[in-house]
């Protein structure tokens, strides 16, 4: 059995692409999922501690009791939890893994963008 974990936006529309996108990427069967609406602007601002921490508990357990091979965070096109636009949404990311990155050293943590067609593509690092 090989997990992966994705921290998600609650957002129905981008659930299914997302993890179908991981399924290949990571090559696993199950994607264990940490949703919180704009969870790439509430990892980047780092100021809503408690949401903060609710999702780092979580993805311990599943790095921990599932070892999870991989790690993605999202930010999607018309958000309600994120309303940014794509750039700045990008830049979220990007700061969200960094803040991962710190905790987890060894295992790959990518970011993911999903288009106004609910296209999922892989975030490019600077
Ligand atoms: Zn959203």
Not at 31 to 40: F, K, M, R
Request: aromatic letters at 6%; a neutral charge.
């Amino acid at each position: 059995m090989l997990f992966c974990t994705v921290i998600n936006c609650i957002d129905g529309r981008v659930q299914l692409p997302v993890i179908s996108y991981l399924q290949k990427r990571f090559n696993v069967k199950y994607v264990d999922s940490i949703t919180e609406a704009g969870s790439n602007l509430i990892l980047s601002e780092r100021k809503n501690t408690v949401s903060i921490q609710s999702i780092l508990e979580r993805l311990r357990i599943s790095i921990e009791n599932h070892n999870s091979v991989g790690v993605a965070i999202v930010g999607h096109h018309d958000c309600a939890g994120n309303p940014a636009p794509q750039d700045d949404q990008i830049m979220h990311i990007q700061k969200a893994i960094q803040l991962l990155r710190q905790q987890y050293k060894s295992i790959e943590i990518i970011g993911l963008w999903v288009d106004n067609n609910w296209k999922v593509h892989e975030v490019i690092e600077n």
